[in-house]
C-alpha cells in the first residue's frame, strides 16, 4: 500500500508566487500575539519583585533564585517542546504551551513564600519556553522566502512589546490592585487566547506536506492561500518509524551538521549573554556612574525601542543579501557600541544614541538569529533545531546577569567592565561568519538539489 504526500518544492513555490493572504496573516498574527503575551509573562516577575520584597518583608537580592527559576525553565521547555513540536505537529504544542503559561502564570498569585513563588516561575517558564520556538517555526513556514526574515521578525516583535505593554500596565495596576493583578492578568490573557489557537491557527503546511497522509489537509491549506494553485501528489512508501527517523537533540548532530549546530549555538549563548547583561546592569551600572534612576529606565528603553527598530531593518537587508555578513557586521557593531556605552561622554543625548545603537545591534541580530535558525533547518528538524538554539541561549541569558556581577564585584571600572562585556559579541560574530560557510541540513531540497550550503542564501 502507498500513500501520498504533497512535494515541499510546490508548497514553496505555491508560497512564492503569491503575496500574504488573509489567511496566512491571520495565522501570523495569532502567533505575534502568543509573543506578546509571551513577553509579557516573562517580563512580569520583574515589575512584581520589588512590591512582593516589600510586602513579604524580604530582602530583594533573595529573588535571584527565583529569576533563575523561570530562565530555567524557560530552557527545558524549549529543548523539550521543540523536538516534541517535530513529532506532533506545531499547533498541538504551541495550544499546550500558551495553557501552561497561563495556568502557571495565574497560580503564582497563591504563591506565600519564596520556595511556592520559585517553583510557580519554573512552572510558567516551562509553557514560555515551548511556545517561542515554536511560533517562530509556524511563521516561518508559512512566509514566502523573499520575506521570511522580515515576517519572523516582524511577528517577534510582539515579545518586546509584550514587555513593554506590561510595564505600563503594571505600573498603573500594581499601585491599585496589588503584585498578584500582574499574574491575573498574565494567566488570564493566555487562557483567553488559547480557544482562538484551537479554532483558528492552522498546523504548518510544510509539516503535513512532509508526513506520510498528510496530502489531503496540506492541500486544502494550500488552496486557502491560493485557490488557483494545482497541487500534485506524490506516491511515498511508509517511512520506518524507528528511532532514527524520529525528530530530537541529536539528529541535529548528523555528520553534515554538526559543525553549523554548534557555531549556530556559540552565537546564540554569546548575544543572549551580553543581551542580559545590559538588561539586567545597565540600569544599575549608570546610576553608580552618577545618572538618576528615571534617566537609567529611560537608557533601558531606548536599547529595547533600538532592537526592535534593529531587528525590522536586518531582517529585511538579510532577505535581499542573506545573512553571513549582515549579521557578523551587526555583531561586530555590537562590539563596538557595548564597549563605547563606558566611555564618560559629555552629552547625555550622546550616550543615550550609543545605547540606542547597542540595542539596535544586539537585540536586533537576535531577532535575524531567530529567522536565519529558522531558515537554517528543515521541516523535520526546524522546532527542533530552534528550540535547541534558544535553550541554549537561555543559559547564556542566566549567565548573563551572574558574569556581570562578578565583574561588577571586582570593582573594574565602567570603560573596562563595558569592554569586557563586548568580547562575547565578537565571538558570535565569528561564529555566524563561519556557520554560513558551513554545510546547511536543509533536507527539504536534497532531493531536488542536494545538500544546501548556507552561503547561497547570501
Known amino acids: 500500500m502507498h500513500f501520498t504526500k504533497v512535494n515541499d518544492g510546490q508548497v514553496e513555490a505555491i508560497l512564492d508566487a503569491n503575496s500574504l493572504s488573509p489567511f496566512q496573516i491571520?495565522?501570523?498574527?495569532?502567533?505575534?500575539?502568543?509573543?506578546?503575551?509571551?513577553?509579557?509573562?516573562?517580563?512580569?516577575?520583574?515589575?512584581?519583585?520589588?512590591?512582593?520584597?516589600?510586602?513579604?518583608?524580604?530582602?530583594?537580592?533573595?529573588?535571584?533564585?527565583?529569576?533563575?527559576?523561570?530562565?530555567?525553565?524557560?530552557?527545558?521547555?524549549?529543548?523539550?517542546?521543540?523536538?516534541?513540536?517535530?513529532?506532533?505537529?506545531?499547533?498541538?504544542?504551541?495550544?499546550?504551551?500558551?495553557?501552561?503559561?497561563?495556568?502557571?502564570?495565574?497560580?503564582?498569585?497563591?504563591?506565600?513564600?519564596?520556595?511556592?513563588?520559585?517553583?510557580?516561575?519554573?512552572?510558567?517558564?516551562?509553557?514560555?519556553?515551548?511556545?517561542?520556538?515554536?511560533?517562530?517555526?509556524?511563521?516561518?513556514e508559512f512566509a514566502p522566502k523573499r520575506i521570511r526574515a522580515f515576517v519572523v521578525t516582524s511577528m517577534f516583535c510582539g515579545f518586546p512589546i509584550g514587555a513593554v505593554v506590561g510595564g505600563l500596565v503594571s505600573s498603573k495596576a500594581i499601585p491599585v490592585y496589588g503584585w498578584e493583578s500582574v499574574f491575573i492578568a498574565g494567566g488570564v490573557l493566555p487562557l483567553l487566547l488559547v480557544p482562538a489557537l484551537i479554532i483558528w491557527l492552522p498546523e504548518s503546511v510544510r509539516f503535513l506536506a512532509a508526513q506520510i497522509g498528510g496530502a489531503k489537509q496540506a492541500s486544502a491549506l494550500l488552496s486557502r492561500i491560493d485557490s488557483h494553485a494545482v497541487i500534485g501528489f506524490s506516491a511515498s512508501p511508509p517511512r520506518p518509524t524507528g528511532p532514527s527517523t524520529r525528530a530530537g537533540i541529536g539528529a541535529l548532530f548528523a555528520e553534515r551538521q554538526v559543525a553549523g549546530t554548534l557555531l549556530l549555538w556559540t552565537a546564540f549563548f554569546c548575544n543572549l549573554l551580553v543581551l542580559y547583561f545590559l538588561i539586567n546592569w545597565l540600569p544599575s551600572v549608570l546610576q553608580r556612574a552618577g545618572v538618576s534612576l528615571e534617566r537609567a529606565i529611560l537608557a533601558t528603553a531606548l536599547l529595547n525601542a533600538g532592537g526592535v527598530v534593529g531587528g525590522l531593518a536586518f531582517s529585511w537587508i538579510i532577505d535581499r543579501f542573506g545573512p553571513r555578513m549582515v549579521l557578523t557586521l551587526a555583531y561586530l557593531g555590537a562590539a563596538v557600541l557595548v564597549s563605547?556605552?563606558?566611555?564618560?561622554?559629555?552629552?547625555?543625548?550622546?550616550?543615550?544614541?550609543?545605547?540606542?545603537?547597542?540595542?539596535?545591534?544586539?537585540?536586533?541580530?537576535?531577532?535575524?538569529?531567530?529567522?536565519?535558525?529558522?531558515?537554517?533547518?528543515?521541516?523535520?528538524?526546524?522546532?527542533?533545531?530552534?528550540?535547541?538554539?534558544?535553550?541554549?541561549?537561555?543559559?547564556?541569558?542566566?549567565?548573563?546577569?551572574?558574569?556581570?556581577?562578578?565583574?561588577?564585584s571586582l570593582d573594574l571600572g565602567t570603560m573596562r567592565l563595558f569592554s569586557i562585556a563586548a568580547i562575547p559579541a565578537v565571538v558570535a560574530g565569528l561564529a555566524i561568519y563561519l556557520a554560513c560557510r558551513a554545510t546547511a541540513p536543509n533536507a527539504d531540497e536534497t532531493i531536488e538539489r542536494g545538500q544546501i550550503p548556507l552561503t547561497n542564501l547570501d
Request: with cysteine; hydrophobic share 55%; net charge neutral.
Open 26 to 140: 491571520c495565522t501570523i498574527a495569532l502567533c505575534a500575539l502568543v509573543a506578546l503575551i509571551d513577553g509579557f509573562d516573562t517580563q512580569a516577575i520583574a515589575f512584581a519583585a520589588p512590591v512582593i520584597a516589600k510586602v513579604w518583608s524580604a530582602d530583594l537580592s533573595l529573588f535571584g533564585p527565583v529569576f533563575g527559576a523561570g530562565l530555567l525553565g524557560l530552557t527545558i521547555g524549549a529543548l523539550v517542546l521543540g523536538p516534541a513540536a517535530d513529532r506532533f505537529g506545531r499547533k498541538p504544542i504551541i495550544v499546550l504551551s500558551t495553557l501552561a503559561f497561563g495556568v502557571g502564570s495565574l497560580v503564582t498569585v497563591f504563591a506565600d513564600n519564596m520556595t511556592g513563588l520559585t517553583a510557580y516561575r519554573f512552572m510558567t517558564g516551562l509553557g514560555l519556553g515551548g511556545a517561542m520556538p515554536n511560533i517562530i517555526a509556524l511563521t516561518s
Open 340 to 408: 563605547a556605552i563606558g566611555i564618560e561622554w559629555n552629552s547625555a543625548a550622546t550616550t543615550y544614541g550609543i545605547i540606542a545603537a547597542a540595542g539596535f545591534c544586539v537585540i536586533g541580530a537576535q531577532f535575524g538569529m531567530n529567522a536565519l535558525a529558522a531558515e537554517y533547518y528543515p521541516t523535520s528538524l526546524r522546532s527542533t533545531g530552534v528550540g535547541a538554539a534558544l535553550g541554549i541561549g537561555r543559559v547564556g541569558a542566566m549567565m548573563g546577569p551572574l558574569v556581570g556581577g562578578v565583574l561588577i
